[in-house]
Each structure stands twice: as C-alpha cells, then as structure tokens.
C-alpha cells in the first residue's frame, strides 16, 4: 500500500500539463447576460486568465480554468474540475469525479461527493460535513481540514498540517512523505478528534506533531525515519 500511495505525488505534473491545455471562452453557465437572456449551455466549461462559475442545479461536464478562480453553485452535476493559479469554492450538494489544483485552495460545502480523489499542490483543501471522497486526498504544501468527511483511501500529505473533525473517518492510509527541506523545523501537525478513526495506519517518513483525542490510533504509528 505504501508503493501505491505514492502515485498522487507524482500525478502533480500531470495536472499542470492537463490544466495548461485548457482553453476557452465560456465563464458563466446558465447566467443572464447584458440583454437579459440565459448563456447557452456548454457540455465543458474552461477558460484561461478569466474566472469560471457554474450556477446552481447545472449538470456539465469538465470545469477547468488558469490563471482564474472556479466557483460551483449548489446542486451541480460535473466530472473533472480543475484550476492552475486560483482558487477553486464548491457548494452544497455537489457531486464530481475529482477536483485537482496547482497553486490554489480547494474549499467545500456540505455533502459533497467526488467519485475519485481531490488533490492540491499549493494550497489547503477545507471540506464540510457529509462529504463522501471515492479516492483519496493529496496536498503537497497546504493543509487538510475534514469535517465529518469519509475518505475511502488514503490522505497524503509532505509539508501541510492535517485535521479530522467532527467523526471524518479515513479508510486508507494517513501518509506523510518526506520533505525536500530539511532545514525547516517547523513540523506539520496531524489531529484527530476523538470520534474520529483511521482504519489504515499512519505512516510517518518525517517528523509530525501529533495531536491524537482517539489514543487507541496511536498502535498504527509506522515511523519510517530517523531522529
């Protein structure tokens, strides 16, 4: 499992490479424009330097944009929702496939489910209770902050803090990877509530501050370093 948990790491690059290639010139769906009337609906909705916003109840396919923000409204229906350089703010009610992110955060509403994983490079992923993730999150430099959220697989993390709430529950793995920068003594901090669990193990290959309300977590400690 170690081995496999590796992989959204490195996936990184091929998020940037998918988010460059967007391009488009539809920004709103289902907004009124300056005569009053509803924008056509577009199946993929991308945009580059513009920002992009779903309104509420749509169904659309891949929503993506650079060097912009992406908003989805309440009640929206997408497959792969992306953004290199901006922040990407997601409603109540919304189901995807996966939401990845190059130098922006991610934050969630309330029951929420994503088919796949959602992963950020540069940026903290924020999800609110009831969410369902099919996958598993990854951030490379931001923090994880679930509130009564169910992960089906593993969280990564390197240099970002992690904090389950509120009874989220981890099915996989918590897995801190080693940091490039071993000059900064500024360790992450993993904190689990005590109506929180992790049926996975937490693999450490760094130093971690740990914050654990639940002490029956602490026999799945896998230390992988050296003091």
Sequence with gaps: MINQIRRPIYSFIGITLISLSLG?????VNAKNKDGDKDSYSSDVTSTNKSVKVAEGRTVEDVGSVNGSVVIKDN????H???????????NNVSV???????????IG??????????????QIVIQEQGQI???????NGNILLNSVVV?????????????????????????????????KNYPVLYISADSNV????????????ELENTSLESKIKRLYKD
Excluded: M, W
Excluded at 76 to 79: E, G, I, N, P, R
Excluded at 152 to 175: M, P, Q, T
Excluded at 199 to 210: A, F, N, Q, S, Y
């Design 24 to 28: 488009g010139c539809i920004i709103h």
């Design 76 to 79: 929206v229906t997408a497959k």
């Design 81 to 91: 929702v992306s953004n290199t350089n901006g922040r990407i703010s997601i409603g």
């Design 97 to 107: 496939d996966s939401v990845d992110a190059v130098n922006g955060q991610i934050k």
């Design 110 to 123: 309330e029951r929420f489910v994503a088919k796949e994983g959602v992963s950020t490079v540069n940026g």
């Design 134 to 140: 099919g996958g598993g999150l990854a951030t490379v």
């Design 152 to 184: 089906e697989k593993d969280i990564v993390s390197v240099n970002g803090n992690i904090k389950l709430k509120a009874g989220s529950l981890v099915k996989g793995d918590i897995h801190f990877h080693k940091s490039s920068n071993n000059y900064n």
């Design 199 to 210: 049926h996975g193990d937490i693999i450490l290959e760094r130093p971690v501050e740990l």
